[in-house]
């Protein structure tokens, strides 16, 4: 099976409205912060037109285990087969209105005195999202990727991704995604980056 076949994995209803609720409410006191981008150095800035939103990671094993089960079906169902080793601590966004995040990927590889100890050699391999609120229009999730055509001139699709309520979707760090701006209400969505040694 050529895992390129699979641009992504989703997980139908498997994240329950308990876990989503006990989620919003423990982050109801915690501090958002302005997402950041990289830059072509590798140094966090602040950048709106291509990220408006706001984050907070939250540690502890038990969001961990919200996406372990279902990062490993996809894994395995979908034939990439990637070996993980590691999960990241698992990051809460909040887009308000007209806020959004542009094109971008996740694939990065950390260095030493990078992130957490805990991901040093190691690079990220899997992303897995999931929406843990409804109540908003717009802030539609997108794939794309590079496919070449007739002529060898190389086209870009893009997948619209159907994200519901209780949905894990999986897909490899280096695809390129992007959440559209959000008209109105507020989309919270969870995510987490799956690690492991370097591809080769």
Not at 16 to 35: A, H, I, N, P, Q
Not at 103 to 118: C, I, N, P, S
Not at 127 to 153: C, K, P
Request: proline share 4%; hydrophobic share 35%; charged share 25%.
């Amino acid at each position: 099976m050529n895992p390129f076949n699979y641009k992504y994995w989703k997980l139908n209803n498997v994240v329950s409205d308990e876990t989503r609720d006990f989620v919003l409410t423990s982050l109801s006191d915690k501090s958002f912060k302005e997402g950041l981008i990289l830059d072509k150095d590798g140094n966090p800035v602040l950048d709106k037109k291509a990220r408006n939103n706001k984050v907070v990671f939250a540690d502890g094993q038990f969001l961990r285990d919200v996406f372990t089960p279902y990062i490993d079906k996809a894994n395995s169902s979908s034939g990439w087969n990637y070996y993980i080793d590691w999960l990241e601590d698992v990051q809460v966004s909040k887009y308000g209105v007209n806020e959004h995040y542009g094109w971008h990927h996740d694939a990065m590889h950390y260095t030493k005195g990078v992130g957490h100890e805990k991901y040093e050699g190691r690079e990220r391999k899997l992303t897995a999202v999931t929406l843990i609120s409804d109540d908003f229009s717009g802030g539609e999730f997108e794939l794309s990727h590079q496919i070449i055509g007739d002529n060898n001139d190389i086209k870009i699709e893009v997948l619209p991704v159907d994200l519901s309520l209780g949905d894990i979707l999986v897909f490899p760090s280096f695809v390129w995604h992007r959440v559209k701006p959000v008209t109105s209400g507020i989309r919270h969505s969870m995510q987490v980056w799956c690690l492991g040694p370097p591809f080769k």
